[in-house]
């Protein structure tokens, strides 16, 4: 069965760097979102994609943030400038009906 | 944007008690989306409806549209179903069909042997 795959699995960086997030989503899926959870708390929304634009977007994704699908396959999020408060696990998803999640990138800004 | 409730937020049991866990949203939505999360932290999708009951295995959900609410119940209940069970709707930014979700705090299920 397909599955949503992300890299790295971990990642680990100094404050103010910038970091690349990157999903696979499933082949014949047409909506992709990028989701993030802080430790212990909720799933929270970030962003959704279709037809290689931005379609919707939450109050947190502001202008660190930016979205692409470079090639036919990959996803990516773009973290830019990272703060301490970025810490978190980013889940990948893709759709074409219930939603398929990646395994998460576990980010830690330090 | 639409609310999410869900409760309780913890649950003990023993093995094999029959577990309800319920959902509570603000705004009328097209499907509702019950999602189980590891201790590991992968989210696997469960249910998506918009209406009625669906059951798969040993987990059933319903939904009531007009109530605004939804139920995820577990019979004969295991200690390979604990984990985090999650409630979550369409966020309605737009309403449109990349609508991402809103999702609960959901509810920390741990079953005893």
């Known amino acids: 069965e397909p599955e949503v795959t992300q890299t790295p699995s971990h990642q680990v960086t100094q404050m103010g760097q910038e970091v690349i997030l990157r999903c696979v989503p499933i082949?014949?899926?047409?909506?992709f979102y990028w989701y993030r959870q802080i430790l212990g708390q909720k799933v929270e929304f970030l962003v959704s994609?279709?037809?290689?634009?931005?379609?919707?977007k939450s109050e947190i994704f502001d202008d660190q943030f930016s979205v692409e699908r470079p090639d036919g396959s990959n996803f990516t999020l773009k973290i830019r400038s990272t703060k301490l408060e970025d810490s978190a696990m980013y889940f990948c998803?893709?759709?074409?009906?219930?939603?398929?999640f990646g395994p998460g990138t576990r980010l830690l800004v330090l | 944007k639409n609310e999410v409730e869900q409760s309780p937020q913890n649950l003990t049991a023993q093995e094999g008690e029959f577990i309800t866990i319920n959902c509570s949203y603000s705004?009328?939505?097209?499907?509702l989306h019950w999602l189980q999360q590891h201790p590991g932290g992968g989210i696997v999708s469960l249910f998506m409806?918009?209406?009625g009951k669906k059951k798969h295995g040993r987990l059933i959900a319903t939904i009531n549209i007009q109530e605004k609410h939804s139920s995820l119940h577990i019979t004969a209940s295991h200690p390979r179903d604990s984990a985090v069970y999650i409630c979550?709707?369409?966020?309605?930014?737009?309403?449109?069909?990349?609508?991402?979700?809103?999702f609960g705090k959901g509810t920390h299920l741990i079953i005893q042997p």
């Open positions: 998803a893709s759709t074409s009906g219930p939603p398929n």
């Open positions: 082949s014949n899926h047409l909506y």
């Open positions: 994609f279709y037809n290689n634009e931005i379609s919707e």
């Open positions: 705004v009328g939505i097209s499907a």
């Open positions: 409806l918009s209406s």
């Open positions: 979550a709707v369409p966020s309605l930014y737009s309403g449109g069909g990349a609508d991402g979700l809103t």
